[in-house]
């Protein structure tokens, strides 16, 4: 018996098909851009097992075009509405290979992008040994009437990670991809695909979870994320019918993950998301918007208090009483609210780094006990804050000596260790109840309100303790990790929380989504950063996006201004000897907080980012990046040895409109105004960017109501 049905919210309706002999397929989406259509029935669940099924139906190495995933056939559905927003169960079940698959859909309000995960059930009474399980898997898609499909027409834009190599974004034509092969005359599919892969615990260490495929004579562009802060893969290829996606955790293939289900057991894949829009701008304000409704309730992402953090480029791990108690009026001057005060803090041996995991103020450091220091950051109307790495243990340090071996990831009963740190495992209560206790105690002794945390080793797959495999243990790990984090905001209500992971390691959306705001990199050229600022929104909200500004007092007006500029559009994040600071330096440093203060920070909650000159190349030699909200625009950029030029900054929607435009920062004598005119007609901000090395300005354009 074939069928349809329907479910969506107020702002998009999926159209589900479904047969007898076919599983379950998306097969139409429709909003206010239109209808699009799925001529190309790809099933939205595939599964791989050792012992069920026939693998793969034809030869490839994809995760799509499974035989478990072709049996699957519609039981039933189940529409609700919740306090997240409307939801959907698709029931499945494979009566040939013994097992059910229940796909989950969640909308949240007035949002057009969902989240799927798939949990699957072992029915039979042999086990289940699962290898791969999609969270997604959907056709590109086409607008065509006639059902014609474009797959030429499609660019795919992804991100390229590395520490200090944050944020670069490249867009590849498919076809350039998956070359035309004319498959065609042998009559199947191709084989091949074009995957992307992270493994271990730097979720973002190597590539982004996040992608966009466009296709701008077709009017179509899907943005997706797999939401999850440890192994994943995703993949984009060709069909003969039309072009696919496929978005995954952790598999066998890539990551050695198995699970084995006894009779009735469950397995629940890791969310993904995914939207389809008109456009890369649409997509991208859907999944913005998307990120802010689904951010964890118990943490305040509104406030965006101005941080002020004595690592980069400044102490670089080395806090003492004498070196902090000259920085902390000087920043509070500046107009930080949160003194952050990072690594080392907890060593006496002048070597932070293997000696993590107690957690216990160094009396070295601090003759007179670390209360003095957290005492003047109180004085100075700041939230204090600490450095932790709450997820390792460094082989010197004695709590190594005192946990058991279970509490720590382990390879066949052994301590696994990397670069002098052991993994605790935050999937026994152990390990629970002993971070708790640090929490607590520096809450409670010092009156902490901010903490960060990083993370900063790369262990490999995960631990074979209580686990099917080392994928399997960490992800176990990477959940119970996440709950903990919920957990810290439940117990102390208004706690701030910064993830770093050796900076932009884990940008995840398990990760931001959960924290106030993320670290971006640890880069510390200010010449680079540009681009890392400009690519943060993409993986993370604006008001998130912790860029670094540590302007120097031996760079010139223009390198102080382009230094700190590289934090202006995102969560105020301020480095350096401010102590060191001319009185001119220093007003440019209170000119910059001023100006995030009354007009960055009322609006950037309620912002779309978008970016004047596309996203930007690692070696581009102008910059652009931009916020839209309400009647404002808020546009950076940075010329990076330009030999100068006109460039033109197009603002989305903003054509028609007329508007005043005016420099927001730098705004002293000595630091020129850049030429620049409004085209209304068009939506475009022309700006003369000058002949210089490094020189960075921030425009705002007010738009007429």
């Known amino acids: 018996m074939a069928g349809t049905f329907t479910w969506g919210n107020d702002a998009v309706t999926l159209r589900f098909a479904y047969a007898d002999d076919k599983?379950?397929?998306?097969?139409?989406?429709?909003?206010?851009?239109?209808?699009?259509?799925?001529?190309?029935?790809?099933?939205?669940?595939?599964?791989?097992?050792?012992?069920?099924?026939t693998g793969h139906w034809i030869c490839n190495h994809r995760l799509t075009q499974t035989s478990l995933g072709q049996s699957l056939r519609y039981r039933s559905s189940n529409a609700t509405s919740t306090d997240l927003g409307d939801e959907l169960d698709i029931v499945m079940a494979s009566d040939e290979y013994g097992f059910t698959a229940t796909a989950h859909f969640l909308l949240p309000r007035g949002c057009r992008m969902f989240r799927t995960t798939v949990t699957i059930a072992n029915t039979a009474d042999t086990p289940l040994v699962l290898e791969s399980a999609t969270s997604f898997a959907a056709s590109f898609g086409t607008r065509d009437p006639d059902g014609g499909t474009d797959f030429d027409g499609w660019n795919l834009l992804q991100c390229d990670t590395d520490w200090l190599g944050e944020?670069?974004?490249?867009?590849?034509?498919?076809?350039?991809?998956?070359?035309?092969?004319?498959?065609?005359?042998?009559?199947?599919?191709?084989?091949?695909?074009?995957?992307?892969?992270?493994?271990?615990?730097?979720?973002?260490?190597?590539?982004?979870?996040?992608g966009v495929l466009r296709n701008v004579r077709g009017g179509l562009a899907w943005a997706f994320q797999v939401e999850h802060n440890g192994a994943w893969r995703w993949e984009a290829g060709e069909d003969n019918a039309d072009g696919y996606f496929a978005l995954s955790g952790p598999d066998y293939r890539d990551h050695g993950w198995t699970v084995s289900l006894d009779k009735g057991e469950t397995f629940t894949t890791v969310p993904a998301s995914a939207v389809l829009g008109k456009d890369f701008d649409d997509a991208i304000a859907e999944l913005t918007a998307y990120r802010r409704a689904m951010h964890n309730p118990d943490d305040d992402i509104v406030t965006n208090k101005v941080v002020f953090n004595d690592y980069m480029n400044t102490l670089n791990g080395d806090p003492t009483t004498d070196k902090l108690?000259?920085?902390?009026?000087?920043?509070?001057?500046?107009?930080?609210?949160?003194?952050?005060?990072?690594?080392?803090?907890?060593?006496?041996?002048?070597?932070?780094?293997?000696?993590?995991?107690?957690?216990?103020?160094?009396?070295?450091r601090f003759p007179n006990g670390l209360g003095e220091v957290i005492d003047a950051i109180h004085a100075n109307g700041m939230v204090p804050g600490l450095w932790l790495e709450p997820e390792v243990v460094g082989v010197e340090s004695p709590v190594a000596e005192q946990l058991p071996d279970e509490a720590f990831f382990l390879n066949h009963g052994q301590r696994v260790v990397e670069q002098q740190r052991y993994l605790l495992d935050f999937r026994n209560p152990i390990v629970i109840d002993h971070m708790n206790a640090i929490v607590d105690r520096l809450i409670d002794e010092f009156g902490v309100g901010y903490f960060k945390f990083d993370y900063n080793?790369?262990?490999?797959?995960?631990?074979?303790?209580?686990?099917?495999?080392?994928?399997?243990?960490?992800?176990?790990?990477?959940?119970?990790?996440?709950?903990?984090?919920?957990?810290?905001?439940?117990?102390?209500?208004?706690?701030?929380?910064?993830?770093?992971?050796?900076?932009?390691?884990?940008?995840?959306?398990?990760?931001?989504?959960?924290?106030?705001?993320?670290?971006?990199?640890d880069q510390q050229d200010f010449r680079l950063y540009p681009v890392i600022t400009a690519a943060a929104p993409m993986s993370m909200l604006p008001e998130q996006a912790g860029n670094w500004a540590y302007p120097e007092r031996s760079m010139n007006d223009e390198e102080f201004t382009f230094a700190i500029t590289n934090s202006l559009l995102g969560r105020f994040f301020l480095s350096g000897y401010v102590n060191r600071f001319s009185d001119r330096q220093m007003v440019l440093v209170e000119d910059a907080v001023e100006a995030y203060k009354n007009v960055v920070r009322p609006v950037i909650t309620r912002s779309v980012p978008f970016w004047p000159l596309g996203l930007a190349g690692w070696t581009d030699d102008v910059v652009s990046t931009g916020l839209r909200a309400d009647d404002t625009a808020l546009i950076s950029v940075w010329s990076r040895n330009c030999a100068g030029r006109e460039v033109e900054l197009v603002v989305p929607e903003a054509a028609g409109r007329a508007a005043e435009v005016t420099t927001l920062y730098p705004v002293r004598d000595g630091l020129p105004e850049w030429a620049s005119r409004w085209d209304a007609t068009t939506g475009t901000l022309h700006v003369t960017v000058p002949a210089s090395e490094y020189v960075a300005r921030t425009f705002r354009v007010a738009f007429a109501r």
């Open 23 to 53: 599983p379950v397929v998306i097969n139409g989406i429709e909003d206010r851009n239109g209808a699009v259509a799925f001529p190309h029935e790809q099933p939205f669940v595939e599964v791989l097992a050792a012992g069920r099924g």
């Open 167 to 210: 944020g670069r974004w490249h867009e590849t034509p498919m076809r350039e991809l998956c070359p035309f092969l004319n498959q065609q005359m042998v009559g199947r599919d191709p084989q091949g695909t074009h995957e992307v892969i992270s493994e271990g615990t730097f979720s973002t260490g190597t590539a982004l979870p996040i």
């Open 325 to 364: 108690l000259p920085l902390i009026p000087r920043a509070a001057e500046a107009g930080a609210e949160i003194f952050c005060v990072d690594a080392g803090w907890y060593d006496d041996t002048g070597y932070w780094w293997p000696s993590v995991g107690e957690w216990k103020p160094s009396t070295v």
């Open 457 to 521: 080793v790369m262990p490999g797959p995960g631990t074979t303790r209580d686990a099917d495999s080392a994928g399997d243990g960490l992800l176990g790990h990477n959940r119970a990790y996440t709950e903990w984090i919920k957990g810290l905001y439940r117990r102390h209500p208004g706690l701030i929380l910064e993830n770093c992971s050796s900076g932009g390691m884990r940008t995840d959306f398990a990760q931001s989504s959960n924290f106030q705001l993320l670290s971006t990199s």
